[in-house]
Each structure stands twice: as C-alpha cells, then as structure tokens.
C-alpha cells in the first residue's frame, strides 16, 4: 500500500508542468554513481542536495557538475568529466528566464569594479589580500583555472555577485541561493541579502532592521509563509515585505524578476545621485524609464498601503535626495574641483591628500547612509547616521580643511591659486542654504527661530 502510494506520487511529479526546467524522471546514471560516495563522504552536502527541490525533481549532481572535455574548467573525477565551478550558464539550461533577467542586471556586472576609486583603495591603500578577503567575496573573483584543472586558491572559494567564471559566464546564482539546498525561502529572507547589503557605506540591511517593515517582519515570520511555492503580496503572505518582495518579487499584477533593478528610480551610489535610467539615456540606449521602475515599486507598495501615502512617502525621499544633491555634493564637489582645478590637491594620485579623505567619507559612507536611510524609511540613518555626519563633515572638515590649503599655497608664494580656492568657497558659503554660518541668516527667519527657541526653554521650566 505504501509503495503504492509512492509511485503514485513519484509519477505525478514527474507529469506535473514544471515552471522552472524539466522534471527528470529517475535521479540519471551518473548522479547516481555521485551520489554512491558521496552519501558516505560528504555526508552533510549530501542531506542539503537531499532535501531540496533539485532532488524531488531527481536534479542530481552530474546534471549541473557535469562537463565537457574541452571546457577550460574540466577535469576527470572518477571516470566523468566534471567542473567545480556551476556558473549561470549551467543553470540557464534549465532557467533561462531567471538568468536571462539576472545577466541583464547590475548584480552581473558586479565584479567590474578593476577602475573604481574604491579599487585603489582596497588594492594599493590596503593591500591585495584585502580585496580578496573583502571586496571580492561581495563583488567576485576572477576565477584562474590551474594547469590540472583546479581552480586558483586566490580566487576560490567566492560566490561574489558578479563573478567572472572560467566559461566566460558572470555572476554567481549561488551569491543568493546557497547550495545545496538552492531554496527559494531562504533568498527571501532579508540575511540574504545583508551579507552584502550592510555596513558604513550601504547599510541596508540595519537601515531594514530600523524600519516599520523590518519591525514586522521580525514580529511575524512564522506568518511570513516563505516555504510556500508560489509568494506573492497580498496572496501568499501579508504581515511585511521582505527585501525581495519590493525589489524581486511577485503581486498579483508583476512577474518575479532577478533583475533588481527594475523598481529603483535613483542611484544613490554615486557622489552625486541622478535618476537611475540618466547614464543610458545620455548615451542613446532605450531602456526602461525611471518613471516605469518607480511605477513597478508603487505597485508592490499598493498591495499594502493607498495611492496617496506612497506618492507622500516618495516626496518625503526624493526631497531628502535632492537636498543632499544641492546643499552638500554639489558644493562639496565645486571645492574639490578648484583645489585639483588649481593645482593644491593632486590629480593623479588618489587618496594622498588628507582631504580626498573627508570627501570620499562625505559622499560615500555619510551621504549614501542618510540617501539610503531615505530611501527605506529608516530616520536614525537619515538623521544621526546620514545628514547630521554630511553636515559635520561639510563644515568642520570640509570647508577648513579646503581654507588652509588655500592659504598655505598664498603663504608659499602661490597667491593667485590659493586666491582662487579662497573665491570658491566663499561663493559655496554664501549661497543661500550656507549662509547661517556667516552669520547672515535672513532677520525674519532669525526672529522667528529665536522665539520657537524661548518656547524651547520653556519645555523644562514646567
Ligand atoms: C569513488 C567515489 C567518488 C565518486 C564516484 C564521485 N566522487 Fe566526488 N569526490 C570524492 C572524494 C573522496 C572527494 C574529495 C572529498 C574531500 O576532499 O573531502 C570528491 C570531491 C569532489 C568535488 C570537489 C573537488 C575539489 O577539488 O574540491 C566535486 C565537485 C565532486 N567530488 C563532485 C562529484 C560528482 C559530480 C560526481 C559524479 C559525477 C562525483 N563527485 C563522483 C569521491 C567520489
Ligand atoms: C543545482 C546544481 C547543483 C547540484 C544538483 C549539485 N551541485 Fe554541487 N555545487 C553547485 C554549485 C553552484 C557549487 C558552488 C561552486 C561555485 O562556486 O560555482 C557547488 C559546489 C560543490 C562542491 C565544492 C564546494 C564545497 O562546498 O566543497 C562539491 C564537493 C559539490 N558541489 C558536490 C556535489 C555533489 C556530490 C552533488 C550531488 C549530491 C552536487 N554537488 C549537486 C551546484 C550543484
Ligand atoms: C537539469 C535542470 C536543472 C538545473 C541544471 C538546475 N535546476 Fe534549479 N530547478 C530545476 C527544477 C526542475 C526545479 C523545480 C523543482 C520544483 O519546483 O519542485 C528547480 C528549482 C529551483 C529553484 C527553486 C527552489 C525552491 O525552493 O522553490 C531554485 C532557486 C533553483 N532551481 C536554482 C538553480 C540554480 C541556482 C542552478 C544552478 C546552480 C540550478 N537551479 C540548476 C531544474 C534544474
Ligand atoms: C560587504 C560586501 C561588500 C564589500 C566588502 C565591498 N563592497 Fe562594494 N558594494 C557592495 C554593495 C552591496 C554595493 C551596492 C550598494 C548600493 O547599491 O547601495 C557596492 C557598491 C560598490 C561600487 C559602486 C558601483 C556602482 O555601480 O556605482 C563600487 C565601485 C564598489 N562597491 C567597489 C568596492 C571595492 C573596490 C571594495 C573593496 C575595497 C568593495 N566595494 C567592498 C558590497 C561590498
Ligand atoms: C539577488 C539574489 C538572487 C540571485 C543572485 C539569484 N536569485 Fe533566484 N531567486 C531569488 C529570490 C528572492 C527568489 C524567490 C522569489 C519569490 O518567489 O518571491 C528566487 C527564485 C528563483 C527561482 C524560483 C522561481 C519561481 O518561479 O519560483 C529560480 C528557478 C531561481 N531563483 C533561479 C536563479 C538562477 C538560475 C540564478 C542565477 C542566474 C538566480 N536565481 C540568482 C533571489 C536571487
Ligand atoms: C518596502 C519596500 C522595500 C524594502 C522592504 C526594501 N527596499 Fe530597498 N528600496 C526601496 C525603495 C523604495 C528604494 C528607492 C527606490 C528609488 O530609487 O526610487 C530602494 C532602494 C534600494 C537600493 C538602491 C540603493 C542605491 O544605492 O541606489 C538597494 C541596494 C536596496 N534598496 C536594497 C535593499 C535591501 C538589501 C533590502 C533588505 C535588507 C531592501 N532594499 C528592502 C524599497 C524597499
Ligand atoms: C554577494 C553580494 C550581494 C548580495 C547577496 C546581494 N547583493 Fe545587491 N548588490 C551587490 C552589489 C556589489 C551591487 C552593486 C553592483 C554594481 O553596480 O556594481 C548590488 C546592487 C543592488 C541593487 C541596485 C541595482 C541597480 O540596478 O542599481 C539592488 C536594488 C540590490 N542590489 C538589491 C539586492 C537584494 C534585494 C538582494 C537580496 C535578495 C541583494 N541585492 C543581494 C551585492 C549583493
Ligand atoms: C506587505 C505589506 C507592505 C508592503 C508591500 C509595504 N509596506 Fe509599508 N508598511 C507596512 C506596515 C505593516 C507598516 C507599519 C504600519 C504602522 O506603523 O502602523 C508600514 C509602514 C510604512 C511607512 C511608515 C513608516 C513609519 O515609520 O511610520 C511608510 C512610509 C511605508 N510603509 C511606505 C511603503 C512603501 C513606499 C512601500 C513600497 C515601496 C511599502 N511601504 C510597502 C506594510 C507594507
């Protein structure tokens, strides 16, 4: 009666329409001879491949190990060719659409980072066993294949996101589905992400953990129903988004995407943030618009909240954007520029001036942190760990450092360079957003914060 029972269910499964690849119908020869030693010496990697979807869909380990002689990673392992590595396009056999859409997006071109400010500093300020410990466990490797077939020390282990793999392919599937298990719950879980998305620069994942959503979250996972196949807002689950369901996930009107680009309207990576679609457009590419993306974001949002509350929130942000655009990144910049412009700060080597410094922790830990805090309903960020340190770092380091270089040049003969500088930050300082600090606020406005002051004061004398 019960092998009855099972073979019922074992040929049902392998009739069903599967969504994603075929179902095979018998776990093949050569997975089985995999699996013969493997049970025994990896006993644990085996129990992970066993409990995972792959296995019911008798998925083994020669159809995503299994290899072709001439491949450049190939190597022969009891009898069968066979690489380490699976990249995207081994997983495309059986997944075009997901790595279609997920080779289209920034996560692919990830590990393109070689020319990048950033770069310098992991590998020539640092050092190059820093990159490879840091940078490239995030971002990828580029994987060396040794002459017998094994793969570079210094290069693997890594699953960074955009991986250069030994097949040409990038991109790492398993940055976000880790094996063996491959599970779709755990890629919607927001630790998922936060191995990458986290820390001083893009802190992400505590911007979430601070956030109305983050808070339900944690309040409900047991009603979170990540284990069910289909996941979709507002059907499958309620209690909160998670990362992937506003930037990958299903509603009832959008498909999955693995390209997590698609809903963002912004970057806010660069020193100054511009509309997501600007690079292409300039360029002449069609892609899609950053009205359409923001579009797709404001429809998972519906599943939850009304119209008018998003359209709130995103005036909220894009206020909080273009106020660290034009009062600090803008003028920030503008200094910098005249002190390359006039020879006091170095063009050619990075990070050598003091100053390079401070602007670099302006607009890429403090300004992205307060942009990001925004942009995920995280105030702490925006606030105390965002624009409070801009503004700090703007005026008590920025502004004075940018002054005594300015007047050390004047003092050491260059009169008309360090003039020139001194000119810059005056004009900055005048501006109307700067101008309080030369003591030139508008009377008005001085009077009328004097008196909310007073009212202050008042507070504690209750
Ligand atoms: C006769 C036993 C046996 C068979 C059959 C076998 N393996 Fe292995 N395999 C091993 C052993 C032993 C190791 C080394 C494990 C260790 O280092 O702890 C290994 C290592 C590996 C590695 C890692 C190689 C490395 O250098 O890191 C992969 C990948 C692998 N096997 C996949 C497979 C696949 C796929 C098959 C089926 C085509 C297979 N194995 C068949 C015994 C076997
Ligand atoms: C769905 C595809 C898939 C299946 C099925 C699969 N693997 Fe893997 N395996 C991977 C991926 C991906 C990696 C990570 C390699 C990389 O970085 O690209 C990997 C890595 C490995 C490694 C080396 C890494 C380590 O942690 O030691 C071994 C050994 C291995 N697999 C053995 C097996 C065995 C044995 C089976 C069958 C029981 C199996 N794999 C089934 C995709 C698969
Ligand atoms: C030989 C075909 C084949 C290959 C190769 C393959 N898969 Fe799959 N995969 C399937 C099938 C079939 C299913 C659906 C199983 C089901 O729905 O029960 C599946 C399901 C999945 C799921 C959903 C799991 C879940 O919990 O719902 C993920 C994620 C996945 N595969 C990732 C990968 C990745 C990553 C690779 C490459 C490292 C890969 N697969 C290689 C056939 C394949
Ligand atoms: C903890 C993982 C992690 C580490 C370590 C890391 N990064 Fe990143 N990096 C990211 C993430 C995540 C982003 C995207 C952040 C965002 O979109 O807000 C990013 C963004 C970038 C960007 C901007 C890309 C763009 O399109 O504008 C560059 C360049 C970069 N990183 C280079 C580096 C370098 C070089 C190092 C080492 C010195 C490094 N990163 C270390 C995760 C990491
Ligand atoms: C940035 C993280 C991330 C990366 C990288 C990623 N995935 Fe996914 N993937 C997810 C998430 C999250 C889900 C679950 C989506 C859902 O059901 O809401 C998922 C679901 C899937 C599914 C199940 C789809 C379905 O319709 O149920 C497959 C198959 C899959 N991924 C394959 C891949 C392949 C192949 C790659 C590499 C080309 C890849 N994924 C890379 C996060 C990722
Ligand atoms: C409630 C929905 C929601 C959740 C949950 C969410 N995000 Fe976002 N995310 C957004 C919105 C909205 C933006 C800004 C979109 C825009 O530019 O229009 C954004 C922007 C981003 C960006 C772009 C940053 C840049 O530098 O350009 C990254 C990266 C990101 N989110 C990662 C994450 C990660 C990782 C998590 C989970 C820890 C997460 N998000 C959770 C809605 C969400
Ligand atoms: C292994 C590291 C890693 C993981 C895990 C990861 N990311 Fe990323 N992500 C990155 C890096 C690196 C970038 C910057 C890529 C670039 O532009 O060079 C990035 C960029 C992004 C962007 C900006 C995309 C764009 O088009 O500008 C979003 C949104 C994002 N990630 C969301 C997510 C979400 C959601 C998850 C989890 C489901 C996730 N990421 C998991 C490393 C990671
Ligand atoms: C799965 C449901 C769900 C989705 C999807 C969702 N939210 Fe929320 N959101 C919530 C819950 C629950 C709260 C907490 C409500 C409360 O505080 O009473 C919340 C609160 C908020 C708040 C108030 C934050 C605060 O600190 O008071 C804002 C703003 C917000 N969401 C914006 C968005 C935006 C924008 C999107 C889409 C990018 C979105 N939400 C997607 C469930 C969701």
Sequence with gaps: MRIWVGLVLISSLVAAPASAGEFLAELSEASTECVDCHSSTTPALYGQWGSSKHFGANVGCFECHGADKGD????DHEGRMISIIVSPKDCAKCHSKETEEFMGSHHASAAKILGSLDNVLGEVVEGPAAAMNGCKQCHGSVIKV???????????????????????SNGACSACHSRHAFSAAQARQPENCGKCHLGPDHPQKEIYEESKHGIAYYGNIDKMNLDNSKWVVGEDYWAAPTCATCHMSATSDLPITHDVGERISWTLRP????KVDAKAKAAGKKVKSWQDRRADMQNVCSA??????????????DSAIELYNEKFAKPGLRVVKALKANGLVTTDVAFDDEIEWTWFYLWHHEGRRARHGASMMAPDYTQWHGFFEVAERFYMELIPQARELAEHAIAEGKKSEGEAVLAEIEAVLNMDQHKWILGKMDPDEKARRQAERAEFKKRYAQ
């Design 72 to 75: 450049a990673d190939a190597f």
């Design 304 to 317: 939850c909240h009304s119209e008018s509350f998003v359209e709130a929130f995103y005036f909220q942000f």
């Design 146 to 168: 040794n002459d017998d077939g094994s793969l570079d020390p210094a290069t693997w282990p890594n699953t960074g996101m955009g991986r250069l793999n030994p097949d040409g």
């Design 271 to 274: 020193a100054i943030s511009e």
